[in-house]
């Protein structure tokens, strides 16, 4: 069973400011997942990745297969990106595999 | 984007009702889906898989019996938690998968299930 692990789990940050939130995992994945949960509770997909780097908007997403570990950046946060982030990795079951979650994030950017 | 649905988005029952959650994709067609559960202050955790014309598959520690899981179509998967009780409130989740282009979930907005 593959361990997601995330940190930090709390980061309050002053609007404009740079942030990295950051995952790693135990077991070898074929994809992982950044969502991110409103306080309502819907959650977004921000980006699946299997291995390099994406960019949507400020938002950045990197990931070292090799190591483990992925990283999420906010550039230039702003109070609307406040919500949890969560990193989620799936197997290589074959077909379609429910993620595995870490705990996430709770961010706060303040004004 | 691709979107799903869930309904209700809340639901308060009393102890012993059965309650009904439904999850739609709504513009694509998911052979796929999976039903999350998150307790407060705690990640998603993966409850079942739910594949279109066959019995879904359920993580360990998660009772068939009580958690009945129907993929009737290729949009609807629907959840039903009988004889609920306490215990069972919790946020529920759904995505669906689709494979065109790339293998995607996407997640539905999630039903507050209170069990008075």
């Known amino acids: 069973k593959n361990e997601v692990e995330q940190s930090p789990q709390n980061l309050t940050a002053q609007e404009g400011e740079f942030i990295t939130i950051n995952c790693s995992y135990s077991?070898?994945?074929?994809?992982l997942h950044w969502l991110q949960q409103h306080p309502g509770g819907g959650i977004v997909s921000l980006f699946m990745l299997s291995s390099g780097k994406k960019k949507h908007g400020r938002l950045i997403a990197t990931i070292n297969i090799q190591e483990k570990h992925s990283s999420l950046h906010i550039t230039a946060s702003h109070p609307r990106d406040s919500a949890v982030y969560i990193c989620?990795?799936?197997?290589w079951g074959g077909g379609a595999d429910g993620l595995t979650f870490g705990k996430g994030t709770h961010l706060i950017i303040q004004p | 984007g691709a979107v799903v649905s869930q309904h209700p988005s809340w639901v308060i029952c009393k102890s012993g009702t059965s309650v009904k959650i439904e999850c739609r994709s709504l513009d694509f067609q998911a052979t796929t889906m999976f039903w999350y559960r998150q307790f407060p202050k705690q990640s998603l955790m993966l409850m079942a898989t739910s594949n279109e014309g066959s019995k879904a598959t359920y993580e360990q520690g998660v009772e068939k019996d009580k958690f009945l899981i129907n993929h009737a179509s290729l949009t609807l998967s629907t959840l039903t938690v009988t004889s609920a009780h306490p215990e069972d409130s919790s946020f529920y989740i759904c995505s669906a998968v689709t494979f065109e282009p790339t293998d995607t979930q996407y997640f539905g907005p999630g039903t507050r299930l209170t069990v008075l």
């Open positions: 989620a990795v799936k197997g």
């Open positions: 077991v070898g994945i074929s994809a």
